[in-house]
């Protein structure tokens, strides 16, 4: 494997761009991931939160795969899950253990962190990450509802 794995910090504000048009491309969602960009100042933020969890693959300077989750501190113990958000691969580097290695990376952070779990969610008929995760976790069969705030 030729591609690196980084976590984004404070300062990496054109990797995350970078991030986030790999995201629309592989996603086909150019509008979400690159029509209303966030500010250098959000992405700071973000960055320097320690709640979000930005990691991206890159090969020859070009991203290549990344992944997004959120640290999910709970109340009920001393401890957190991570939820993976967004993750990706560009179309000409899969097949190549790019995810495997972004989630592998994941995990290090989780257990620095104290996490006692990494969850994600697949949508049916997306064959390719259903079988990622599947050999990587434990399948749970859950109903995912979006509640709208206005």
Known sequence: MSHQVRQLAPGDGALFSALNAM???A???AETYGDAPPRAAYLE???AGGHCIAL???EDGAVTGGLVAYELRKFERERSEIYIYDLAVDDRHRRRGVATAL???LKTIA???GAWVIYVQ???GDDPA????TKLGVREDVLHFDIPVD
Do not use: V
Request: net charge negative.
């Open 130 to 133: 259903i079988a990622l995760y």
């Open 111 to 113: 257990r620095a962190r």
């Open 45 to 47: 933020e973000l960055l």
């Open 56 to 58: 991206a693959a890159t």
């Open 23 to 25: 995201f629309g491309r």
């Open 103 to 105: 989630i592998d990376h």
């Open 122 to 124: 697949a949508d049916l």
């Open 27 to 29: 996603f086909e969602d």
